[in-house]
Every structure is written in C-alpha cells, then in structure tokens.
C-alpha cells in the first residue's frame, strides 16, 4: 500500500508586532505559543498545482526578460541611427550653406550687390526645412532618453520580480520536501515481520535518513523499496545455521542509506548475506530462452536478467517471493521517476541495491551548452569544474581509440556531447584557441564533455518529453527558453552510466547476448541521414533490432564529415536537408573514388516519378517512399549488402 496522497506543511503564524506590547495573561501567552507552531493540513494535489504555477510564471518572466533584452537592442540600435541622422543633417547644413556662400561669390563677380529674389526664397525655406529636421531629431532624441528610462525601470522591476519568484519556488519546493524517516517506522515494521514468518535474525541500520526529499519522489519509491527488504530478507540473509557455519553473526545486517550526491538522491540496500546465486541466474536464463547456454557473458549481464519481467529463481512459491512479480516492476517505477537502479553482488558477501534518483522534479538551475547547431541544459549540480583545453591538448588525447583525461586521481572518459546526439565528430580548436570541456562525475566513473561553446546559466523548468521520446536515454526532460525554444535536459549520471557501460537495459540482454557470438566488426555498419532527430532514432532503434550498426548525420554536410571518419556499408538518405540536400549528397559519394561503391538507399515523402528519375540518374539502388513498411528497407538492406555483410 502507499502513502496517502496528502503532505503536512508546517507554516509559523507569527504574531503581530507592536510598539509597546500590553501584557498577556498566562493561559493568552501559552495560545500564542501554541498559535506559533501550528500545523495545516494541505491536499497535495494543491501543492504541485501551485508548483505548477510558480514554474509557468517563471517561463513567463523568462520570456518578458528576452523580450526586455530585445528592446534595450533596438534601443541602441536607434541611438546610433540618431547619431547617423544628425550628422548627415550637420553635413547637409555645411553643404548648403556652401552653395550660398558660392552663390553670393558668383553674384558679387557678376557685379550683383544682392541676391535674386527667387534665390533668395530658395536659400530661406532650405534653412527651414534643415532646422525643422533639427528639431525633430532632438525630439526623436527625447523620446529614445524616456524610453531607456522606462526600460531601465523594467529591468529593476523583473528583477526584482525574479527574486520574489526564486523565494516562492523555494518555499512551494520546500512544502514538498519531507524526511525520509516519516517512512522509516513502516520499513522497521516490514522487516522485522518478514524476518518473524521466514524464521531469521534480522538487524536494520538506516543512515542518511534525516534528509529530505520530494514527496511524490518518496512515496513512489516506498513500494519498490520494501519490495527490495523482503528479497534481501528472504534471498539475502541465510539461514542461522547456514550463517554460523559460515563464521558470520546469527543475526544478518541490512543497511538503508539515503545519501545526496549533486541532483540525485542514492538509495542503497545492502545486506551481508550469501549474495545471488549467478549460477542459478544463468540456468533460469537459458530456461528461459534469454540466454545460450554456450554464451559467454559478465556477472554484471547477468545480474541484469533479474529486471526481467516475470524473473524468479525462487524453488517455490510463497506469500513472499516466487511469483515472478518483483524487481521489473521495481526496475520500471524508478526509470519513470527519471532514476536508474544498478546491482552489486559479491557470492558469500552480500548485495547491494542502488537507486539513484532525481531530488526535484520542478525547477533548477542549468548550465546552457552549445554542441553543433543544438542546445543543451546540463543541471549545475551534475557539472563540477568547467575547463578549456588547447587544440594540442585534444588532439592528443583524441588519437587514443579510448580517449582519457585523468585529473586528481580521477579518470574522465572524453567525448563531444554533439556526437553522443548524432551530430559530426568532436571538431578541434584552431591553433592557439581553447575549447571548453565540463568534468562529471557519478560514482567512480566520470566523463569529460566537450562543447562548442557556453551560453551562460540560468534557472530552468523541467518539463516531461512525453510518451513519444520519453525513452531516450541520457535525456532527462526538457525546458522552454524565453523566445520559446525547447532545449533538452540531458541526464548527465544516466550518460556516465552509459558511458561506463553500467546501464544495459534489461530488454535489450537478449540481443546482447546473442551478439556475443560473433564480434561487431562483423555487423553491418549502416549510415542514416535525415535532418529529423526523431526520424534518426526511429531508423536506429529499428535497425539496431536487426542487428546492425548505425551512424547518424542531421545533413549532406554533416555526413561527409563522418565518412571522412569511416566508411559505411549502406547508406539511407532523405532528400530535403539543409545546407546539402540528398541529391547533392548521393553525387558527392558517386564522384568519390573512395565512396562510390557504397550502396544508398533514398528514403522521402517524395514519391514523384521525377524525383524517382532524377535519383536513379545521379545513382540511387533504391528509392522508397514514406511510410514504408519495416520488412521492406530490411529487405532491401539485405540485398544491397555486401556478401561479408549480410544479416544475421
């Protein structure tokens, strides 16, 4: 059962205060004592309604702020116009009162004391029409003076709106933050009744519990954490025979910690009993049909076949375990959280469970990072230090096929963050200039990102992607800028996790495992082009299904940079792209003698014969229109490959 969905917060009604204050009598003086400390009872759906709110009203001031700055811009941009305009009448004032000076010298050669009337009328309403221009742009001049004021006032206005919104978003977060020991008695009760019915010693530690944590975080988690009790309970802890024979205390030792590292609240559980049984991991596997029983695989692959669904080694089935239900639905309720669980056991030591998980859903600050044309948000609290390498420097560490950069004892794995979202490899400084590179870090295992260029920092709301992308990895939401951009908020842990090859999907073990069996060199290696970042993932979850490796590129020009870098089997290609079209693209590889032989496939809304035509003359195999069916481009992958290339 879960918490009820309601939140004590707490709020101080403070007295008012006067002057001289009148005494109070004694039983007066304990109600506004009492009055002090009192409690109100809040539904929660109205606190994260308010959130809600609160975050709206930040993306509105955010918006109001870009729209202040675009202001104060033009503003400068009309006081240089001003400038231009007064000294172009200032010349036009010397020009004529030249020609008058001109025509008085021609006058008086002529033997002509005054002026010609006409002349004169002329030279009279030319004077007028350059003092009216005067006067209109000092008047021009006035206006842009009161408009700057206004918008100084403006700016002083938003921030101090700013301020007020930061400490209403503090407060409304902080109405949500409960202890993580309001749970704690429960956890107690759960264990010490599961350790009753099965007939073992039992003892649990908690640390760390004093902290806070959002309350709708916690309460999702309870379930999946007493789910995770009675399996270290149960599976765990051994027996009190089996533990004094072997020379551990009768009483098994189950630690709770809650730890806080950076943006992420860590959930561990960890027992001192005889660790999972791999051996019988691996035979449910291969029952299973998950695994090939000749299959080579890591502890760490195996371990992950326990977040499958329906998974239990359990001999028979109990009120407790052996119903099959269990750790996939525990692995599932912390990827919807935004958090990862990870598995650690030693055979005769013990387990451990991590849950990472995010401290806040709402609102955080966020470094902003350019990589390629894309944008990204990269919460503060996950970078550590910001650093700026020479091109030497990358140059070095890049032509190593694992690039490392050590710093304070620290490894870092070294990569652009524009290739780990399908843009073109890591480009290089020119000489003489320095390239940022943010250093992360979760657990022992680190990355060193570089970036184009950085935008600065700011605070930012967390808005969900959706069901359509919510399954990309490394992504964890997104924000709206203030002229209504969407940037995403990458999950830096989650992308150190990959990285370290920590975070394998459960789902994806049986493809794992099967290409195990041969190297994957031997894969086919497949280049997708299409400007659509949606349409590039698609094609590689689809293609990666079929056991094949992919390469991405958003344009023509981004393509070529990658076959600079290797060279595909097939390639897939749209036609409407920016900067390089597929036509251009296709005759491109067609006119290199390094690439010409490379199949290429053209996949586009555009059916036309001509289209069709045109491709086939620069050199297209196949052309396919959108929406095609998935067994149709399998096919015609399959026949365009190579003999040493086809599919498995």
Known sequence: ATAPETALTTAQTMPLASAEPEPALPGERRAGQRAQYEQVRVRADLVDSLVNLAAEVSISRSRIEQQVGAYKFNLGEMDRTVDRLRDQLRRLEIETEGQIVSRRAEAAARGLEEFDPLEFDRFTHMQQLSRSLMESVNDITNLQVSLQ?????????????????????????????????????????LVRQTAQELGKQVELNVAGVE??????????????????????????????????????PEAGAITLEVTREGSEIIITVRDDGAGIDLNAVRRKAVQRGLLQPEASVSDQHLLQFILEAGFSTASEVTQISGRGVGMDVVNSQVKQLGGALQINSISGQGTAFVIRLPFTLSVNRALLVQAGEDIYALPLTSVQRVMRMTHEEL??????????????????????????????????????????????????????????????????????????????????????????????????????????????????????????????????????????????????????????????????????????????????????????????????????????????????????????????????????????????????????????????
């Open 395 to 648: 140059e070095t560490l890049y032509a190593n096929p694992n690039p490392q950069y050590a710093l304070d004892g620290q490894i870092y794995q070294l990569l652009y963050l524009g290739a780990t979202h399908g843009s073109a490899a890591a480009p290089l400084p020119g000489k003489g200039k320095r390239a940022p590179v943010l250093l992360a870090c979760s657990g022992d295992y680190g990355v060193a990102m570089q970036v184009d260029s950085l935008l600065g920092s700011r605070e930012i709301v967390v808005k969900s992607l959706g069901p359509q992308i919510d399954s990309v990895k490394d992504v964890a939401g997104a924000t709206i800028m203030g002229d209504g951009r969407v940037v995403l908020i990458l999950d830096i842990p989650g992308l150190i996790r990959l990285r370290a090859g920590l975070a394998t999907p459960a789902l994806e073990m049986e493809q794992a495992a099967a290409k195990l069996e041969a190297p994957a060199s031997s894969l086919p290696l497949v280049l997708v082009v299409d400007d659509s970042i949606t349409v590039r993932k698609v094609t590689t979850r689809l293609l990666e299904r079929h056991e094949m490796r992919v390469l991405t590129a958003k344009d023509g020009v981004d393509a070529l940079a990658v076959l600079q870098q290797q060279i595909p089997d097939i390639m897939l290609l749209d036609i409407e792209m920016p900067r390089m079209d597929g036509y251009e693209l296709a005759a491109q590889v067609r006119n290199d003698a390094r690439l010409r032989h490379i199949p290429m496939i053209m996949i586009t809304s555009r059916s036309g014969e001509k289209h069709r035509e045109r491709a086939m003359q620069i050199g297209v195999n196949r052309y396919l229109g959108k929406p095609y069916k998935e067994t149709d481009l399998v096919e015609n992958i399959r026949s365009l490959l190579p003999q040493n290339r086809t599919l498995h």
């Open 149 to 189: 004021g206004v918008t100084r006032e403006a700016e002083t206005l938003l921030l101090q709106q700013a301020r007020v919104n930061t400490d209403l978003q503090e407060g409304l977060m902080r109405t949500r933050m409960v202890q993580f020991s309001v749970v704690l008695p429960r956890i107690r009760r």
């Open 211 to 248: 902290g806070e944590m959002d309350r709708t975080v916690l309460d999702r988690v309870v379930p999946s954490l007493e789910h995770m009790l009675r399996n270290a309970v149960d599976h765990g802890i051994e027996p009190v025979s089996a533990r004094r024979a072997a020379g551990k």
